[in-house]
């Protein structure tokens, strides 16, 4: 394990992430945590931007050479990066008696309120902005409204039980964010003024939901009845996003609106490669064919979309009441 790491500390690593936005490095509440986990570690890394596929469940992601670490593999990039060898901030606490507690707290209940608010309690317009402002309108608007539907469902939220998952969602958060404001105190870290991921992925909760979300948000007004919780976001906000450029932080690229990933996308790099050119595996070129494909049957999804709505009668057609007022012209 200790050769494999050394052998990947001279290459650069990259990670790709959606855009930033809200005056956050990337406003994306699955790739902020990334972000900040390899702050808090010191890794150096650059940082690259990735509009084309604003729906892949592969980003964000971590790459080096041939090396790639996906998000919708093994747990996600971080689990990835500490099973690898190459970066671990939880060797010494996963022991602690209520690990287990806080991290289902972060990633059941908080995550799951963050992830209402953007797509449902509020009208949307930031959840717009970070997923789909590069795409044309009709493109981006399906897609939204298709990602609105697939949350409701993931959520379990119907026209019948919607006040009430909504008071239970709020419920649960609330009870998070004490739970985690006793835990944090005055400390830096969540534990023994130590960061670890947690503290990354709760760090990038606050500042998403503190930056992101409109200032009628509930959730919102939910974490700044917590001043301990605002202080720790705001000040390590500023030491790891706005200290400036370091030898540890990262260097900003965007990715070409004309490129297209692959397996292992270090195409992306702006540095020759001399390596010779190996064979495809077939994982490979089944990516590259989903990439080729992808805005074709997003086209397609539209046509089907005006079509099957062109069937119904006005009448007949059923908005839920908080999608009837979005609009992104």
């Known amino acids: 394990m200790e050769q494999v790491a050394g052998e990947r500390e001279a290459e650069e690593f990259t990670l790709v992430a959606r855009k930033p936005y809200f005056d956050l490095p990337t406003a994306c509440p699955i790739c902020l945590p990334l972000f900040i986990y390899l702050k808090l570690a010191h890794f150096p890394f650059r940082l690259s931007f990735n509009s084309i596929f604003p729906d892949s469940d592969q980003i964000p992601y971590v790459e080096s050479g041939t090396y790639v670490a996906y998000n919708n593999e093994n747990s996600g990039v971080v689990e990835c990066l500490k099973k690898d060898g190459i970066v671990d901030l939880d060797s010494e606490f996963q022991s602690a008696p209520d690990w287990v507690s806080i991290q289902a707290m972060i990633n059941s209940w908080l995550a799951d309120a963050l992830t209402y608010e953007l797509w449902v309690g509020t009208d949307g317009r930031s959840a717009y902005k970070i997923y789909y402002s590069d795409l044309s309108w009709p493109i981006g608007k399906v897609l939204f409204l298709k990602q609105v539907y697939s949350v409701k469902q993931r959520l379990g939220?119907?026209?019948?039980?919607?006040?009430?998952?909504?008071?239970?969602?709020?419920?649960?958060?609330?009870?998070?964010?004490?739970?985690?404001?006793?835990?944090?105190?005055?400390?830096?870290?969540?534990?023994?003024?130590?960061?670890?991921?947690?503290?990354?992925?709760?760090?990038?909760?606050?500042?998403?939901?503190?930056?992101?979300?409109?200032?009628?948000?509930?959730?919102?007004?939910?974490?700044?009845?917590?001043?301990?919780?605002?202080?720790?976001?705001?000040?390590?906000?500023?030491?790891?996003?706005?200290?400036?450029?370091?030898?540890?932080?990262?260097?900003?690229?965007?990715?070409?609106?004309?490129?297209?990933?692959?397996?292992?996308?270090?195409?992306?790099?702006?540095?020759?490669?001399?390596?010779?050119?190996?064979?495809?595996?077939?994982?490979?070129?089944?990516?590259?064919?989903?990439?080729?494909?992808?805005?074709?049957?997003?086209?397609?999804?539209?046509?089907?979309?005006?079509?099957?709505?062109?069937?119904?009668?006005?009448?007949?057609?059923?908005?839920?009441?908080e999608d009837e007022g979005i609009s992104f012209n």
């Open 157 to 321: 939220i119907t026209k019948d039980n919607a006040e009430h998952r909504e008071d239970e969602i709020y419920r649960r958060a609330k009870i998070a964010y004490g739970a985690l404001s006793t835990k944090l105190g005055e400390q830096n870290f969540l534990f023994d003024d130590r960061p670890s991921s947690l503290d990354a992925t709760f760090l990038g909760h606050v500042l998403v939901t503190l930056h992101a979300l409109p200032d009628t948000s509930v959730l919102r007004s939910k974490v700044l009845e917590h001043d301990n919780i605002v202080r720790y976001a705001e000040k390590l906000k500023t030491e790891l996003i706005e200290s400036g450029s370091s030898s540890s932080g990262p260097q900003f690229r965007s990715v070409p609106s004309s490129s297209t990933p692959r397996k292992g996308p270090s195409n992306w790099s702006s540095k020759p490669k001399s390596k010779p050119k190996r064979e495809k595996t077939e994982e490979e070129k089944t990516f590259k064919r989903r990439a080729k494909y992808f805005l074709a049957a997003q086209l397609l999804a539209v046509l089907l979309f005006l079509s099957m709505m062109g069937g119904y009668d006005s009448g007949d057609l059923e908005l839920d009441d």
